[in-house]
């Protein structure tokens, strides 16, 4: 009976780990769509990857959206602050770590190209998800200093 026991715990929790692997690659996937559509310039299909209210917390203020139009708003806005040889961004490293079942966060660095393919600029996004619906969704972005960079347990 011990061992049955043991087996049933085994199995229990390999299962719940498994399920959290499963949750943080759904979050991974939502990270890499949404670069893709901020790299393409698509407005149209950024809100698919946000929850509102949503925030930017930037160095100096705080950006609200409460819709899809104040979304692209600051969007359009921070991508006017990037130089006109701009070409993309790619992750460097991006750890998950889910805080419960409706909320996670992302900590990311990336790097920003130019279009000669020479990185001209590196940075760390911490980023806050909601589940909602059955999908994960972006709340909150925050980006600070690379060297800040750290990884979840």
Same mark, same amino acid.
């Given at each position: 009976?011990?061992? /049955? ?14 399920a $959290? =692997?499963? %949750?943080?690659? &759904? !979050? ?5 769509d ?6 393409e ?9 946000? /929850? ?14 409460? $819709? =899809?139009? %104040?979304?692209? &708003? !600051?969007?359009?806005k ?8 701009h ?8 750890n ?17 190209? $130019? ?5 001209y600029?590196t ?11 059955n ?11 690379p ?6 347990d």
């Amino acid at each position: 009976m011990n061992k /049955t026991r043991l087996l049933f715990i085994i199995l229990f929790f390999n299962c719940i780990t498994l399920a $959290n =692997e499963i %949750e943080k690659n &759904k !979050i991974l996937n939502i990270m890499v769509d949404h670069n893709y559509e901020l790299t393409e310039k698509d407005y149209g299909a950024i809100g698919n990857f946000f /929850t509102f209210p949503f925030t930017f917390n930037d160095l100096d203020k705080t950006l609200d959206a409460k $819709n =899809e139009k %104040e979304l692209k &708003k !600051i969007f359009k806005k921070l991508r006017r602050g990037l130089p006109k040889d701009h070409s993309h961004r790619d992750w460097k490293k991006m750890n998950v770590k889910l805080l419960n079942n409706n909320i996670a966060l992302v900590n990311s660095m990336f790097s920003r190209f $130019n279009k000669k393919g020479e990185i001209y600029f590196t940075g760390s996004e911490l980023y806050i998800f909601r589940k909602g619906d059955n999908s994960w969704k972006i709340s909150s972005i925050t980006p600070y200093k690379p060297y800040n960079y750290f990884e979840f347990d």
